[in-house]
């Protein structure tokens, strides 16, 4: 049975971190509808001021955070030492867990075009140690399927398989599609599904949805897109099963109580929230 769309979310312009543009398109208000994904930002910008002054280094725990560039360059680094780069074409998978302090500053580009999306850490896994899962453009295969070319990023689509994350096994996909062109996609049944149209609009049940959306599917194990006849589709796919599990949101924390999540805004105070060995 092919899903049908149950919530459509425009994104909307917000300035977060030390003043970066983005469009916000999925939070707080969403966790229980798109569980086990929390939030969701969209970044698409030919100017330099809109980013540069980045995300000073700030906290995260209970989560894993999922960067993915089509184009442009963050540099980050953090409070245990690791550091690197995120180029065009490349994602990096975050697992806060236990408690990381980490800067993202995105660097001057032609163009910044990607997102960052929030996944939800089961209780049992939230203090996990902290990792990271840098994925290279050699860890993405590539499929092309009539009109349209998909990117596995994790997950497994037509016999080809992206990572394999480390705690939560969401499914994303990049995909593009010609003008007109349209894509069936099988999902599984017990999981949270929907799509983000990262650039371009898209047809979805006979209606168009506007760039910079996100739109949330119902019941069944299947999901249908197609672009317009006016120009080419970029959407990403996510799918994962959700936790249903109490959450307790503070800011970049999210743990199960508030109880966790005060002890963790104490730790932050006291100096003692990244956890060492």
């Known amino acids: 049975m092919k899903r049908k769309v149950i919530k459509q ?25 798109f569980d086990p994904f ?19 280094m700030h906290p995260h ?3 894993e955070t999922v960067t993915y560039l089509v184009s442009g360059r963050i540099d980050h680094k953090d409070s245990l030492g690791n550091s690197g780069s995120i180029l065009s074409g490349e994602c ?10 980490h800067e993202e500053m995105p660097k001057e580009s032609g163009r910044m075009l990607g997102l960052q999306l929030w996944i939800n850490l089961p209780a049992s896994e ?4 902290p990792a990271y899962l840098p994925i ?18 994790s997950g497994s689509y037509e016999g080809e398989t992206g990572v394999k994350p480390r705690h ?23 999981e949270t599904v929907f799509i983000f149209l990262l650039e371009g609009d898209g047809i979805v049940d006979g209606k168009t949805i506007a760039s910079k959306s996100a739109v949330l599917f119902g019941e069944g194990d299947s999901i249908t897109v197609s672009a317009t006849d006016d120009s080419d589709l970029n959407f990403v796919f996510f799918s994962g099963k959700p936790l249903r599990e109490p959450v307790a949101w503070g800011g970049p924390i999210v743990m199960n109580t508030q109880e966790e999540l005060s002890l963790a805004f104490e730790e932050l105070r006291k100096g003692t929230f990244v956890k060492t060995k």
């Open 136 to 153: 290279t453009k050699d860890m993405i295969p590539g499929i092309t399927n009539g009109n349209a070319k998909i990117r596995v990023l």
């Open 168 to 190: 939560i096994p969401v499914s994303i996909y990049d995909i593009e599609l010609k003008k007109g062109g349209e894509i069936s996609l099988p999902v599984k049944e017990d």
């Open 92 to 101: 990096q998978w975050m697992t806060a867990g236990s408690g990381i302090l």
């Open 126 to 129: 939230k203090m996990a140690e």
């Open 61 to 63: 725990r209970g989560i």
């Open 38 to 56: 929390l939030m969701m930002d969209s970044f698409d910008s030919i100017n330099p001021s809109d980013y540069v002054a980045g995300f000073p």
């Open 9 to 33: 979310i425009q994104g909307q312009r917000a300035v977060d971190g030390a003043g970066v543009s983005l469009v916000r398109v999925i939070g707080y208000n969403d966790v229980k509808e």
